[in-house]
């Protein structure tokens, strides 16, 4: 009884979630159709492959580089940050926040007095998010409102600039709050890594994208990735984070079951029928089930389909579950920092509610 209490009192997100799953399957009939099985086999696949390049020190080697670019706290924060930013575009903000999050951390590491370490995280989680909503495949609720909607490119792009554009200025502006302080000069040798092991996880992590991008079916490239890399490092799985990926699991059946509840479904086709109320509903519900099974739950019942567009990339800010992406940075934080879980909480929240109220202030004069 012990162990099983400490089990689900470890992780108190994986045990919501879980319990909201359990709860769900009594107003809907629980299917395997609920779960999106490319987003958890891609993210099993994807943090295998960070794990290696941590073990390898490739990760080091960054944080080494990444301070050697930086003057002060707020330059080395601001780099990663619009790094962050920028590389979520086209590697998606999961795929962003699990290689980018260690390399801070580990930078940060060096650092025990660095001011700040908390504001750049969530920082960085924030720009994850806000910079793969610029592309149709940044993030699985463009790509499936892309397609569901029959939106064309220069129609998506219309709407995913005026985000890239506001985001960049909020980013910037946030980085005025970072303190200026000089990184002390570290005259460390850079780390030395192995070429031919840096190749080889270059080439593996090439051909899991391969799968993420749906070049190849993932159900393929995802198994095959893991052989090679378990074969490579035979201790490799038992290193994973398991509670994560049932987290999303239930998550999926939790929004699967709900949407099969008449009144639910009939309560939202009447709130989504203007474009301002479509936008703040879809931030809404993103709040309570992220913003992924929200674009799923609400397109079919709207065609307001660029205000739900917006509402759904603006809702990855707010809660900790605004986004699963922000699941991944805290669980990532947490391993590093576990005694600071409620300071990030608190913080995290604070400063998502604070871009989140700028973003509606923004799009109340737009829509």
């Not at 239930?250 to 009144?263: R, T």
């Amino acid at each position: 009884m012990k162990r099983l209490y400490a089990f689900f009192t470890n992780d108190l997100l994986f045990s919501l979630s879980f319990l909201i799953a359990l709860i769900s399957c009594y107003f809907g009939k629980f299917s395997l159709k609920s779960i999106d099985f490319k987003v958890i086999f891609c993210l099993f696949g994807l943090m295998l492959f960070v794990k290696n390049l941590e073990k390898l020190g490739i990760l080091n080697y960054f944080a080494e580089k990444m301070i050697d670019f930086s003057s002060t706290t707020r330059s080395l924060i601001r780099n990663i940050v619009f790094l962050s930013f920028v590389s979520s575009m086209i590697l998606t903000n999961d795929v962003a926040i699990l290689t980018l999050m260690p390399i801070y951390l580990t930078i940060i590491k060096k650092f025990p007095e660095m001011e700040n370490k908390l504001f750049g995280a969530v920082l960085l989680i924030v720009a994850a998010n806000l910079g793969s909503s610029f592309f149709p495949f940044g993030n699985p609720q463009n790509l499936f409102l892309f397609s569901y909607y029959s939106l064309s490119t220069l129609t998506f792009f219309k709407w995913s600039v005026v985000l890239l554009l506001s985001s960049s200025l909020f980013l910037l502006i946030s980085f005025l709050f970072i303190k200026k302080r000089p990184i002390p000069d570290q005259h460390n040798q850079l780390p030395m890594i192995n070429k031919n092991k840096t190749v080889f996880l270059s080439m593996i992590g090439g051909f899991i994208l391969l799968g993420v991008f749906n070049v190849f079916p993932y159900y393929l490239i995802i198994p095959v990735a893991t052989i090679i890399l378990t074969i490579y490092d035979k201790n490799i799985l038992t290193q994973i984070d398991y509670k994560l990926l049932w987290t999303f699991v239930f998550f999926f059946i939790a929004v699967g079951n709900f949407a099969q509840v008449e009144f639910l479904s009939s309560f939202i086709k009447e709130q989504f029928t203007t474009s301002t109320r479509t936008f703040l509903g879809s931030i809404l519900v993103s709040q309570l089930i992220s913003n992924v099974p929200a674009a799923i739950l609400i397109a079919p019942f709207t065609d307001q389909s660029q205000a739900l567009f917006w509402g759904v990339n603006v809702g990855g800010l707010g809660t900790i579950i605004a986004s699963l992406a922000n699941l991944i940075g805290f669980k990532l934080y947490k391993e590093y920092y576990p005694k600071q879980s409620k300071a990030f909480l608190w913080q995290f929240t604070a400063i998502n509610v604070v871009f989140l109220l700028f973003f509606i202030m923004l799009f109340n004069f737009i829509l």
